[in-house]
């Protein structure tokens, strides 16, 4: 809801015709203005101090959070290093969205460098075009322009198609709907909240809406992405994600698509489509006490459905760095080197992919020179969980993965993460290993 704090008001008072100005109205008029001033004054230091509390209390917390991520970091590292005298094996999963480590081969070609994109944490084949279906930028003054025939409906009451029937998922709360529209202009600074309000005593624990969004006119209707900033980011979760080829209900969910609990920044690709009509479930399950009152909040920072190409060029057998490609180093804790490393286990999971076409070649050395220190080849070993036996990381400080990616034009075999007719991509990667004393 919003609260005004001043409402300007102007009372006209015109000079008479060729006579004296009236002394009475020139002192209201002053008057009117000192108090108008006034409560701006007020309003503003208010407001001023309402933001430096705030702002005190966000920069605590802030500190606080941190120091936790520092503590658990520290004790992940005692716990490391205590394997070691307990001859256990240490696992460590290496995030994308943390780029720290995350080298590209530059010196080689900077041309084939693939792309890292942290808001979603993954690294794909560069892009060479894209194209939003929701929105455009305007060429002349590079404003961002929704068209006029996006159509976005939102309603808690659909079918689930679980045989419950057409039911009400928001019954007995007041919903303020928001505006969905700030969900699909590609800024993530303005956000689609969704407020349902309930009695504090009032047994509901969760809520669930749905979305359905015409793709305008103006817009080629295919499309290969799917792009997902909820809000709140982490603690809404996302039930339901499909897309219909005409503007009929048949909807047909995203192949790659199971729903997620607390559901942060999501990325989906698929082989180009046609879409017409897309389809969203979202539900809250945290709420919030606010004036005596049970509230939910739902909705969504941002939807982008996109067509979205990608460098495909590819040579079998070419020196690291002619094709796209990064590198990823893995550091052991200060004062330790690497012994033998037990499991490697990437996100998605490429080496389900067949030997003869797979799309993500990685290969780990010990040395930064891609030429020194092989110990491990995707595309000619297997892991050494299947082989239930280490590989040597002959007392490494360092491991430095050589990763290449090939576009999609060919199935990698029936159990590959990665569709035909799109780019592989790499969320992360899994490594178990032992530690020597440096």
Known sequence: MNR???????????????????????????????????????????????????????????????????????QKLYIEKLSIDNRNIVARYVDIADSKGIPFPNNLDDRHSSMLNLQYGEITLPVTAIENKFYVNSLSSGAVITPVDLVVTVSGTFDKLDGNGLANYEKGGRVLPGDPVQAFNGNNQSYWIRKVVFPIDSPVDEVECELIVTIPESSSSEANTVEIVPFPNGTMDLMELATSTDLTENYVRISSFTPINNVTNKRYHFPSIAVDKIKL???????????????????????????????????????????????????????????????????PNFLLEDFSNRHIHVRINTSEDYAIGNIWDSNTMYSPQQLDNPIAANSSSSLYAFVEMNYVSESGGSISPFEVGTTPYVRGIGIAYTLNRG
């Open 4 to 74: 005004v704090i001043v409402v300007p008001s102007i009372q006209r008072n015109p000079g008479r015709h060729r006579g004296p100005i009236s002394s009475e109205h020139w002192n209201n008029f002053q008057e009117q203005v000192v108090h108008d001033i006034t409560n701006l004054c007020n309003s503003v230091n208010l407001l001023y101090n309402n933001l430096s509390k705030a702002s005190s209390v966000y920069d605590n917390e802030l500190l606080y959070l941190k120091q936790q991520v520092r503590a658990l970091q520290n």
């Open 281 to 347: 479930r979202i539900r809250q399950r945290n709420w919030v006490e606010e004036d005596g009152k049970k509230v939910f909040y739902y909705g969504l920072q941002e939807l982008g459905l996109k067509l979205i190409d990608y460098d495909r060029s590819y040579t079998r057998g070419a020196l690291f760095g002619s094709n796209n490609s990064f590198i990823l180093k893995i550091d052991a804790p200060e004062g330790y080197t690497f012994n033998s490393i037990y499991r490697i286990d990437p996100d």
